[in-house]
């Protein structure tokens, strides 16, 4: 009777014109299931954490019996990687990491947008400091194009209109550097962005068992160096600043000209080895145009992702004559971070970021930057803190006589507070206010006064809504 039963069902599968499918993941056969409504799109993103407090469906719930609609919502980069662990440039979050975005699907192609505009009003103390009305802002599109089963085209678009809302100079941010404006160094200034800040593509392909690689080329891009950059970092999202380690740490994500090949191991929770080549020198003063790929600077990278819920990566690189102002300068640039994000349950999330970056520059030595961030989101409600240390230079400071070769250990200490007016409905308006207290050594109050180093800023936070699961449009 078993042996007929058995037959019986073989024979319907055979008449039943359904045809089992390989799953892209592990080559195992998918076996449709009965369902009373289908999705419309064949492939969703997994579930985000306002709906699942244990982070994204990612490798760890994939059930071999499930339909061909329900499968991972791959990332631009490797296909491979699940969207949640997508970052900037070729770098890794946590894969439980909520993303804020709009997802529109055309076929099997994929278009993810992502953005932040802060209008705000800025008071920075000292005598060096500054107060302003500005909007910081950035806008990034991912699209990916799937070739068969094993393969995958992918493409960024990422844009910032800093170079009108934050005119050349850029916006007051106490003890930061790097860059210049009108062949001047600047310093206590964030400098603005260029209008392109990525403009990539990038191939993957599995390549059997567990193993994957994939080619990226931006121009510009974001080479194997650092951690993801600030923007990136859900612990960094909801602050409008800069860390005052930027250019210890992540400022090489606006480069032009960047090649960068990666081969991953999806065990242990996925483990990647990357090499880049790509420009030194840091974009000019002129943000408008592209500027010229010199692919003189190389480094490499090796993440780790050993739970949903962390993500680590060390880098270490040359960069040749970062500076347009000092030519002849080399620099060697070793980062070290850990990314610690929480699912807490429905709408509550808490993200944590510690990097360590230290610089080692001809003619000035190591000089080392700590920072420590942390966001919490419950509802509508987002509490953030930043911790940092970093070893400046007179120089980087542009100070003057003997004060021009000495080391100074310069801190902020940041805590902010959000409360979205807008929530979960597609667009988040949120109204923020923070507030820095900076520590400096005396050493330097002959530049900065002897008051106390404070910034204070009101701002509006405008992003798309955390994407939730089946949460695209199809046009």
């Known amino acids: 009777m078993k042996n007929i039963l058995i037959l019986i069902s073989a024979i319907a599968l055979g008449t039943s014109g359904a045809t089992p499918k390989d799953c892209p993941k592990c080559g195992m056969k998918l076996v449709p299931k009965e369902e009373k409504k289908r999705s419309t799109s064949k492939i969703e993103h997994p579930t ?13 719930s994939h059930r071999h019996d499930m339909p061909m609609e329900h499968m991972m919502m791959q990332s631009s980069v490797n296909i491979a990687d699940p969207m949640s662990r997508e970052s900037s440039g070729t770098s890794w979050v946590p894969d439980s990491t909520p993303m804020y975005g709009k997802m529109f699907m055309f076929g099997n192609d994929m278009l993810m947008l992502h953005g932040a505009i802060f209008p705000r009003y800025t008071n920075v103390s000292t005598r060096r400091g500054d107060d302003r009305i500005d909007a910081p802002n950035w806008i990034m599109g991912m699209y990916s194009h799937p070739l068969g089963d094993s393969g995958q085209l992918g493409g960024r678009l990422m844009m910032s209109l800093d170079p009108l809302t934050e005119g050349g100079r850029g916006y007051p941010l106490l003890f930061q550097s790097g860059e210049s404006w009108h062949d001047q160094p600047l310093h206590d200034r964030q400098h603005p962005h260029d209008l392109f800040d990525e403009l990539s593509i990038s191939y993957s392909q599995k390549l059997g068992g567990d193993l994957s690689g994939y080619a990226y080329f931006g121009y510009p891009g974001e080479p194997a160096l650092g951690p993801p950059t600030f923007m990136h970092r859900l612990s960094a999202m909801d602050d409008p600043d800069a860390p005052l380690g930027h250019h210890w740490q992540d400022s090489t994500h606006v480069t032009f000209g960047v090649a960068t090949a990666g081969l991953q191991w999806s065990r242990l929770g996925g483990v990647k080895i990357e090499g880049s080549v790509f420009t030194g020198r840091e974009p000019d003063e002129h943000r408008y145009d592209f500027d010229r790929p010199r692919f003189d600077s190389f480094s ?21 004559s970062p500076e347009a102002l000092e030519p002849d300068l080399k620099r060697h640039r070793t980062t070290a971070s850990l990314i610690y994000n929480l699912p807490l ?9 510690f990097v360590w970056g230290q610089n080692h520059d001809t003619g000035e030595g190591k000089t080392q930057s700590f920072l420590i961030e942390s966001n919490y989101q419950r509802g509508r409600d987002t509490v953030y803190l930043r911790w ?26 940041t805590v902010g507070y959000v409360r979205d007016l807008s929530h979960g409905n597609g667009l988040d308006i949120g109204l923020g206010t923070q507030f820095t207290v900076n520590d400096r050594p005396e050493g330097l109050d002959r530049y900065y006064g002897g008051d106390l180093g404070y910034a204070f800023q009101f701002f509006l936070r405008i992003r798309p809504s955390v994407h939730s699961h089946g949460g695209h449009d199809a046009p």
């Open 345 to 353: 349950g429905k709408d509550c999330n808490w993200s944590n970021t």
């Open 388 to 413: 940092e240390r970093v070893e400046k230079s007179g120089h980087e400071l542009v100070l003057t006589g003997a004060d021009e070769s000495r080391i100074f250990p310069v801190s902020g200490y």
């Open 48 to 60: 985000s954490n306002a709906e699942n407090h244990t982070g994204h469906a990612g490798r760890d």
């Open 300 to 320: 490499g990278r090796i993440s780790w992702n050993p739970t949903q819920n962390v993500a680590l990566q060390f880098s270490h690189g040359y960069v040749k």
